[in-house]
């Protein structure tokens, strides 16, 4: 496989990594192209690369810099805005998953916070699911929290 053809390939395959996910294909491709390029993109050129419009490209560039895994560059002889992906990106990604997952956490304490004094047998069940679901969610916040820790200990530039 030529390296154009592994280019595409990659970009491509982390456009469908991301629809599993959920996301857009584009914020995937996009991830994938910044991910695959040493040098800094512009928006010029990964629309031209990915054949598609300015509109859906910047959008999404708006979405990942909010969410800390891409970053605007300077890039000296040029006004266009450069980007490439952030130092620690899949670190990053993963603690922007991990803060999704803090959600369940704090949506079962609330729940198990609002049902503690109501003894309606029909909440019986709801009772302890959401006990448990605390139990698990905490569990796993301080899982997450030790594995995050870890990595930056480990990988300390």
């Known amino acids: 496989m030529n390296t154009d053809r592994i280019k595409e390939e990659f970009v491509n395959r982390f456009g469908d990594a991301y629809h599993d996910f959920g996301l857009?294909?584009?914020m995937g491709r996009i991830i994938g192209l910044l991910l695959y390029s040493e040098e800094p993109i512009s928006?010029?050129?990964m629309t031209e690369e990915l054949k598609v419009s300015k509109g859906p490209v910047s959008q999404i560039l708006r979405r990942l810099r909010d969410h800390s895994l891409v970053k605007r560059v300077w890039v000296g002889g040029d006004r266009k805005?450069?980007?490439?992906?952030?130092?620690?990106?899949?670190l990053q990604a993963f603690i922007n998953?991990?803060?999704?997952?803090?959600?369940?956490?704090i949506l079962a304490r609330d729940f198990e916070r609002l049902l503690k004094n109501k003894t309606d047998p029909k909440l019986i069940s709801l009772k302890a699911r959401m006990k448990e679901m605390v139990e698990f969610n905490k569990e796993m916040q301080e899982y997450l929290n030790?594995?995050?820790?870890?990595?930056?200990?480990?990988?300390?530039?």
């Not at 805005?81 to 899949?90: E, G, K, L, R, W």
């Not at 030790?146 to 530039?157: G, N, Q, S, T």
């Open 24 to 26: 857009p294909v584009l």
């Open 43 to 45: 928006l010029d050129m």
């Open 97 to 105: 998953q991990a803060s999704l997952l803090k959600r369940n956490l």
């Open 146 to 157: 030790r594995f995050i820790e870890k990595w930056r200990d480990e990988h300390a530039e």
């Open 81 to 90: 805005d450069y980007y490439q992906v952030v130092d620690q990106i899949f």
